[in-house]
């Protein structure tokens, strides 16, 4: 999104199959953009296997590894949906009486829109600033290893980002045709592993 990043009350990394959102909310923390870090998630069909003690424990594992003091972390390990996240990271923040006006929301670079439309709807009283891995296309695909993978899960983006203001899972974005025209040759393509039924 383009977000200039500066110092917030938290970070909340969310949840996924891709621990390189742990590394670049170690990044931030040791940056001083943050005093504390929230990392939430449990586990999907993409991370079961690769994470079985779940996201947002395995994301604590290596913010740890990357030198982040472990009393600087606090772990949501229920959440499924980047809603969840949301909602419950809040509540375990407010479980601490934590003040919250501000956050970094850390997320996989493609996810960077969706994760702030759902947390400007969820927790709207909080100054939300998008951040995550600073990547080109080519060089994410191949830290994750799968490009195929990389694509269907940016096209699920997309189609969230489309559909959810209307079910009222977020708020609306700005589409440009030529992104929306790329989405629908991508789902034309086959690229439609990770949609949702409408």
Known sequence: MGHEVRPCSVAIGLGSHDLGVADATADLYHRGMVPLIVFTGGNSPTTR???????AEHYRSRAVELGVPAEAILVEPRACNTGENIR???ALLEDQRVVVRSAL???KPYEERRAYAT????????????????A???????????????????????????????QGF?????VPADVR??????????????????
């Open 49 to 55: 296997e690769r994470m079985p003690r779940g996201e």
């Open 88 to 90: 419950f990271a809040r």
């Open 105 to 107: 929301l850390v997320s």
């Open 119 to 134: 947390a400007r709807k969820i927790w709207p009283e909080v100054e939300w600033l998008s951040a995550s891995a600073d």
């Open 136 to 166: 080109t296309f080519a060089t994410y695909a191949q830290t994750i290893g799968d490009t195929r993978l990389v694509i269907d899960m940016m096209v699920g983006a997309q189609q969230r980002l489309i559909m959810y203001p209307e």
């Open 170 to 174: 977020t708020v609306p974005q700005h």
């Open 181 to 198: 025209q790329a989405y629908e040759r991508l789902v034309a393509d086959g690229f439609t592993s990770r949609l949702v039924a409408q």
